[in-house]
Each structure stands twice: as structure tokens, then as C-alpha cells.
């Protein structure tokens, strides 16, 4: 149970119903979510909006997009995003053990560009006013300014994401654990196992 109550669709102006409808299905289990969001409505606009639309352009590969998301989810310990996106990580074809172990330094099963996604994700996370030119240098060499941009986009959003959920205690929606536990996740492998089950919804 989240700390304020769900807002349903028909709550919501008719112009943002299309969206909240879409985020909450096809872009992903994410009802829980939207129904907190939709108090203000303009947010379900522009930010889910903002979400379906660049999914809609695909410019990012999905395989890049999701490591950023687990590893930004597992930075901030944000159960809800991590157990929403370690399948589609696998999906991408990873497997599970590299999702599990993404933020270790030999982490298996991740290729260089793998890697440099993953470490530019801690980087704008943990420590994005010490950056040097050299990621930069190597992200230019497999990623055009456009996709440099939403990679870091996406990045800062997820933890935005990340705060908001925990501290609205947005609970997790029916079958997402799951999903993850079929799709090889382990429940252990989610942050806070055993220590904060109530603002994942459980």
C-alpha cells in the first residue's frame, strides 16, 4: 500500500487516460506507479509520455537501456525498479548470474560495451562532477550524441524513479516477483532482501 491512495483511470482528465492506460500495460507492469503519479495528471503526461515516446523511437538498444536501469535500481536499492527490470535484462540476453552481480568489476557474461554502459551509469549515479573526458572518449566510439544523451537521460530519470517509489512506498504490483523468480531472478538478489519488504509491497 502506498503512503497516499491510488488514483483510477477514470479519475484522471480523458486526454491523459491513453497514456496512463499504455504505461500501466504495454510499456510494462507498472499500474502501481501510474496510479500514485496520476494525482497530477501533468506528470503522467510528460513523464510516462516522455517514456512511451523515446521507447517508441527505439533510438537506444534496449540490451543498453536495461543495464542502465538494473544497475542505477541496484545503486539507489530500489526493489521495485530492480525486480521490474532484471527480466527484461534477461531478456536482452543476459543471464542471470551477470544481472545479479552487474555492479561487481568481473562480472561475468557483459561484453566491453557492457561494461562501459555499466560503469558510465555508476559514474553519472555516484560521482558525475568527477567525470573525466575519457569515458566520453570511449562512449563516442560505439554510441552516436543522441544516444550519449538519452543514455544519460535515462540514467537520471532512473534514479528520480528510484526516490519517488521508495519514498512513496509504491508497492509492487501482482506477479512481477514472480516473474523474476521464473526468469532465473532470486529473491536474495533483490536490494534490501529480508529488511524492507513493506516498500516493496509485501
Do not use: W
Not at 42 to 47: G, S
Not at 82 to 89: G, I, N, S
Amino acid at each position: 500500500m502506498a503512503r497516499v491512495r491510488d488514483v483510477e483511470i477514470d479519475e484522471v482528465p480523458e486526454e491523459v487516460r491513453p497514456t496512463y492506460q499504455r504505461f500501466a500495460g504495454a510499456y510494462g507492469p507498472f499500474l502501481n506507479q501510474v496510479k500514485v503519479f496520476a494525482h497530477r495528471p501533468p506528470a503522467v503526461k510528460h513523464l510516462m509520455g516522455l517514456l512511451l515516446d523515446l521507447a517508441d523511437e527505439a533510438l537506444l538498444p534496449k540490451r543498453y537501456l536495461e543495464i542502465v536501469l538494473v544497475v542505477v535500481s541496484k545503486l539507489n536499492q530500489c526493489r521495485y525498479c530492480v525486480a521490474h527490470h532484471a527480466p527484461r535484462l534477461v531478456d536482452q540476453g543476459l543471464a542471470p548470474e551477470s544481472v545479479a552481480n552487474i555492479l561487481e568489476p568481473d562480472c561475468p557474461g557483459l561484453d566491453e560495451v557492457d561494461r562501459l554502459v555499466r560503469d558510465y551509469a555508476v559514474q553519472v549515479t555516484t560521482k558525475p562532477q568527477y567525470m573525466r573526458d575519457a569515458i566520453f572518449d570511449e562512449l563516442k566510439k560505439h554510441f552516436t550524441e543522441a544516444e550519449i544523451v538519452e543514455l544519460t537521460l535515462r540514467t537520471a530519470l532512473c534514479g528520480f524513479f528510484n526516490r519517488f517509489n521508495d519514498a512513496l512506498q509504491i508497492g509492487m504490483e501482482d506477479g512481477v516477483i514472480e516473474d523474476m523468480l521464473a526468469r532465473g531472478g532470486r529473491r536474495e538478489d533483490l536490494p534490501g532482501h529480508g529488511g524492507a519488504a513493506t516498500a516493496a509491497g509485501e
